[in-house]
């Protein structure tokens, strides 16, 4: 993972120096079917990856990614190289907007993105404990006891609701498919950092409007697609209750590195860079 943060840290600051070539995705059957593309300039090589969604099916995302024009190609697993892309950038944001004492993490969702969220933000601070709330007690179980071995100087915890996993927590991490949002505003402590992953169609929610409102700063990985796919960006400056000129984008926020306060938000809908820098990272291991 820690390698995965720095090959997607990377890659976002090629984004935004102009490296990539990147097609807005195509998206078929109301997100049932994604193609997303990327070629990167200075490298000559390419990535295309095809994605099959079925959110009622485990794992619900099955694909692959094709990575190409230098030696041979490498044919990778598409879930596998998501979650770890979709952890990774969540990393990076963490990384550049949390505080670097935070250490009380609150997950909400249990499902195939969530252990790499929680390996993520430990790549990147020194995680103290992990409240774990899902819809599915059980999955929550599951996943806290694995993860405790596998950290086993973090203590973690099955939340039993939202409002109990969000009481102490320096950063937050949503990864469902929610379709209304999480938490109301209220829940979440005056100092915070948000991670939204889960929701990709403009159906989607995870995020209340009023955190989108009066965050300090909203930082998305592409403005287009945020605007395209990410349900609450959309319905908040529909709202007018966020400006799209205030919306920065990862790679120029690591480019000049904001000054930060109180709640901070990232909502990544991912883009076909990721995926580029975990690919790259797989070809460089097996040569």
């Known amino acids: 993972m820690r390698d995965a943060v720095e090959a997607v840290r990377d890659a976002f600051d090629g984004l935004a120096a102009g490296h990539f070539t990147q097609p807005e995705r195509l998206v078929f059957g109301d997100g049932r079917v994604l193609v997303m593309t990327a070629y990167h300039e200075p490298s000559g090589t390419g990535v295309v990856k095809t ?8 794992p619900a995302i099955l694909g692959t990614v094709v990575w190409t024009g230098a030696g ?16 990774a950038v969540t990393g990076v944001a963490t990384d550049l ?5 935070a250490g ?8 195939a993105q969530a252990a790499d969220q929680v390996r993520a933000i430990a ?17 929550a ?3 806290s006891e694995r993860l405790g071995t596998e950290f086993p100087a973090v203590s973690f915890r099955v939340a039993e609701s939202v409002e109990d ?6 950063i937050v991490n949503c990864a469902t498919s929610s379709e209304t949002p999480l938490f109301a505003l209220s829940a979440l402590p005056q100092n915070v950092h948000v991670n939204a992953i889960g929701s990709f169609r403009p159906s989607m929610r995870e995020l209340p409007g009023e955190l989108l409102a009066t965050a300090s700063i909203v930082v998305v990985d592409q403005i287009g697609a945020a605007l395209e796919e990410a349900g609450e960006v959309i319905k908040a400056v529909e709202d007018g209750v966020l400006d799209r000129g205030s919306i ?3 790679g120029a926020a690591l480019r000049e590195p904001p000054a930060v306060s109180g709640r901070t938000v990232f909502k990544s809908v991912g883009v076909a860079a990721q995926d580029w820098a975990i690919a790259r990272s797989l070809a460089a291991y097996e040569e």
């Open 51 to 58: 994605l099959g969604v079925q959110l009622d099916r485990d």
């Open 72 to 87: 041979e190609p490498l044919v990778a697993d598409a879930t596998a190289v998501t979650t770890l892309r979709t952890g």
């Open 97 to 101: 907007l949390a505080p670097p004492s």
């Open 104 to 111: 009380h993490l609150a997950l909400l969702g249990s499902g």
């Open 123 to 139: 790549a990147v601070r020194e995680l103290r404990e992990v409240a774990i709330h899902s819809r599915t007690t059980g999955n």
């Open 141 to 143: 179980r599951a996943l």
């Open 165 to 170: 996993a969000l009481a102490d927590a320096e």
């Open 248 to 250: 920065v984008e990862l």
